[in-house]
């Protein structure tokens, strides 16, 4: 049995300094914006080497509270990529805003900033970039477009956590970037958890307000907020992990190296690298268009694999009304024969051999 993310095994090896820091917030009683949520921010802030960092409950809210203090709003358009977790559209449409899909690169499955250029239109107003599987998008290439159109990029780095381009990470190149801990992330809580990077005071400042119910001095609220905060147990757990991201994203990295090396001699596209940055390998992802005899191999093996995604957004029944007329070729073809391996630091070569092994079966078969 081979799963696709381990967090027990990642549990027991961290489980000293977590099941301390745990039993420090039950003890102090503080659960909600406390101490450790407090230094989390500055600690994450600087990892990222990004202004600010502000907490709060998810993933999908980091994205929509980014979008709304960036005054993306109703009528407006932003251009993004259908291949991605539905997370990432819902944010654009909980603002009033209609998310644009664009056609993506082949091998790196991110945007690509001529197609992005190509959709523009008098109402778009912002560019939402996923570093997909932890790959790092074009930046320099998406800012250009953005600043010959005057569009403000919001980046996705919902899977990119310590993936970075010439030293400088993801989350630090656009007006504001949304992160998620959710726990098979790279960088992973026990449960639900967020986070806004951004160098921005004024955006920083909108945030922290939006997230705790438009408040800024208890029981005076200026504006419609939400309840959207980071807990201090996840926090806690985040500030452990945080110390370790770059061993987690080292070995992501080794067993994604691995699983290349091996699976070059077999007739399907193993993961690519497009050299504008250092992928963190938050999914292994390989195309086939043997993939489901591979899923089923796999699945009669006892390995976990998965297809992210089956679907893109633009064929999604949620987002069809948007799209008619939308033909993404790309994007179709590789949710017909993309297939993502198991990937988790902690993977052993042992683990990733008999992965291989598996798929072997299926092209001598
Ligand atoms: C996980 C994910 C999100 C949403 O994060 P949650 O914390 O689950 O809300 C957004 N975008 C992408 C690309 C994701 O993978």
């Known amino acids: 049995m081979i799963p696709m993310v381990d967090l027990k095994t990642q549990y027991h090896r961290l489980k000293p300094e977590i099941d301390q820091a745990l039993a420090e917030v039950l003890e102090s009683c503080a659960f909600v914006l406390g101490p450790n949520v407090q230094a989390f921010e500055k600690e994450a802030a600087a990892y990222l080497g990004v202004k600010h960092a502000i907490g709060c409950a998810s993933g999908t809210d980091a994205l929509h509270l980014a979008l709304r203090a960036a005054g993306i709003g109703e009528g407006d358009e932003v251009i993004t990529s259908a291949f991605t977790f539905i997370a990432t559209a819902e944010a654009i449409r909980y603002v009033g805003a209609r998310p644009v899909f664009v056609d993506i690169d082949p091998d790196s499955f991110n945007l690509r900033p001529e197609l992005v250029e190509r959709a523009i239109t008098a109402r778009t107003r912002a560019i939402m970039p996923v570093h997909l599987f932890g790959q790092p998008c074009d930046m320099a290439g998406l800012q250009a477009v953005a600043d010959r159109h ?32 959710f726990p098979s992330k790279n960088l992973g809580c026990y449960g639900d958890g967020g986070l806004v990077a951004t160098d921005s005071d004024e955006l920083a400042q909108q945030i922290k307000v939006l997230r705790n119910h438009g408040s800024e001095v208890r029981y005076y609220h200026d504006v419609v907020g939400y309840n959207s905060r980071l807990d201090e147990m996840q926090a806690a757990v985040l500030r452990v992990k945080l110390r370790h991201i770059e061993e987690f994203n080292a070995g992501r990295r080794r067993a994604a190296h691995r699983y290349s090396e091996l699976l070059a001699e077999l007739p399907l596209q193993a993961a690519k690298e497009d050299g504008i940055g250092a992928h963190v390998y938050h999914q292994y992802t390989l195309l086939s268009d043997r993939r489901d005899d591979i899923l089923q ?11 992210y995604y089956p679907v893109p957004l633009h064929r999604q029944k949620v987002f069809l009304a948007d799209c008619a007329g939308v033909d993404l070729p790309v994007t179709e073809d590789i949710a017909r024969r993309c297939l993502s391996l198991p990937m988790f630091p902690e993977l052993s070569d042992e683990q990733i051999e008999r992965v291989v092994d598996v798929i072997r079966g299926v092209f001598r078969g």
Do not use: R, Y
């Open 297 to 307: 191999a796999l699945a009669s093996a006892g390995i976990a694999c998965a297809v």
């Open 150 to 181: 005057g569009l403000k990029i919001i980046e996705d780095c919902a899977q990119s956590f310590g993936a970075s381009i010439g030293g400088k990470q993801t989350g630090s190149f656009g007006v504001a970037a949304g992160f998620s801990f």
